[in-house]
């Protein structure tokens, strides 16, 4: 069973202040994603890491940042919060073998007032 | 460049009857194809995948889905619909130089009447 975990689950935060969300996986995947959510919506890739101290910017264009200093952690932050980045936003890993399958964490859900 | 199309955003099935979610993708080359789920404010959770071998795979909860190279379609179907199958169902796909990244469609919402 994949073992992926996200904090924190809901943050209302207001205008301005600086965010980390915290994404950790305890399988030992190399490569990690982050998405981006909106409620009923699809998902757009904003950052992937194939490994430690690898970092890509992912399809859709984010003001957020990651870092990748420890295998099993991957958080994203954001430097100053605006009510323009409340959405969902999920996390997932996935190994190099087999099919790619990704696993995903239950996400945050951000809300910037 | 690879793409998933789901066919129909929203679809209404009575408890016990058919469930059919429509994907069709594009891709270049041989793809590996993923059906996931996802619950009210919960992360995605993966329903079934195809990786080259059966053309009709099984997946967890009543679910599967068949590979139809001709019609470049990968449709998930249950035979009886439960009042728990109501989520929101993703189609993805992943097809080699991709570097491992999943495409994915725009979402079914499965709603399921009593």
């Known amino acids: 069973e994949a073992d992926i975990y996200q904090t924190p689950r809901y943050l209302v935060i207001g205008t301005g202040k600086k965010i980390t969300l915290e994404c950790s996986q305890t399988m030992g995947h190399d490569k990690m994603y982050w998405y981006q959510q909106d409620p009923g919506m699809e998902l757009h890739l904003i950052h992937y890491s194939y490994g430690v101290n690898s970092t890509e910017k992912g399809d859709l264009s984010s003001e957020s940042t990651v870092s990748r200093i420890r295998t099993e952690h991957f958080p994203l932050t954001l430097e100053s919060a605006r009510p323009s980045h409340t959405s969902q936003y999920l996390c997932?890993?996935?190994?190099?073998?087999?099919?790619?399958?990704?696993?995903f964490g239950p996400g945050t859900r951000l809300t910037v007032t | 460049a690879q793409s998933v199309t789901q066919l129909g955003s929203h679809v209404s099935v009575s408890e016990g009857a058919l469930v059919l979610l429509r994907c069709n993708y594009s891709?270049?080359?041989?793809?590996?194809l993923f059906w996931y789920v996802q619950y009210p404010n919960q992360g995605l959770q993966l329903l079934l995948k195809y990786t080259s071998a059966a053309t009709l795979v099984k997946g967890i909860n009543g679910f599967e889905a068949e590979f139809k190279k001709s019609e470049t379609s990968f449709h998930l179907t249950k035979p009886s619909a439960h009042m728990s199958d109501a989520a929101e169902y993703f189609c993805?796909?992943?097809?080699?130089?991709?570097?491992?990244?999943?495409?994915f469609g725009k979402g079914t919402l499965l709603t399921v009447n009593p």
């Open positions: 891709s270049s080359v041989p793809p590996y």
């Open positions: 997932a890993s996935s190994t190099s073998g087999g099919a790619y399958e990704q696993y």
């Open positions: 993805a796909v992943e097809s080699g130089g991709s570097n491992y990244k999943l495409t």
